[in-house]
């Protein structure tokens, strides 16, 4: 697939959301709840925050984060919040989430080149997929890898 990487600004979102240690895959099972708390407040693509600085298959740290109109009554684990926006390095994956890596190394390409750092968290917007009233089949997803610039204030 070839990627193309675009600078962007991505604003500031109110979510629910959900932090945990494990793996990849149970992404879903918390997208699940978090679709079950908003009903009809999603106001959104879902996405998820990855504060790992590598990959980390067993332990990885995790935020799913829905996108609501409003603030929801939630109960620890969950959180209301508001997601600061940025500027981004971004680009588009299509298809399975096991061939993600590809676009991210296109963004880590293009900020080298650019000699910039690698910010955190990344960000992974699905914009087709891990929405459970939907069955589209994996070549149909549609993901947004989002990397952080820094801002004056950051250090990354």
Do not use: W
């Not at 992974?124 to 459970?132: C, D, K, R, S, T």
Request: net charge negative.
């Amino acid at each position: 697939m070839n990627y193309q990487v675009n600078i962007q600004p991505i604003p500031d979102t109110r979510v629910i959301s959900i932090r945990y240690t494990g793996q990849y895959k149970e992404i879903g099972d918390y997208f699940d709840l978090l679709f079950d708390l908003a009903k009809e407040r999603v106001d959104g693509a879902p996405f998820a925050l990855y504060y790992d600085e590598s990959y980390n298959s067993e332990e990885a740290d995790i935020e799913v984060c829905l996108p609501v109109s409003e603030e929801i009554g939630v109960v620890e684990p969950f959180h209301n919040k508001i997601i600061a926006g940025n500027d981004f390095a971004t680009t588009i994956h299509k298809g399975s989430y096991k061939q993600l890596n590809a676009g991210y190394q296109a963004i880590e390409a293009y900020l080298n080149e650019q000699e910039l750092p690698i910010g955190i968290p990344s960000r992974e917007i699905y914009l087709i997929g891990f929405h459970p009233s939907k069955n589209q089949p994996v070549e149909e997803f549609v993901t947004q890898i989002a990397i952080p610039l820094p801002r004056d204030e950051d250090e990354f």
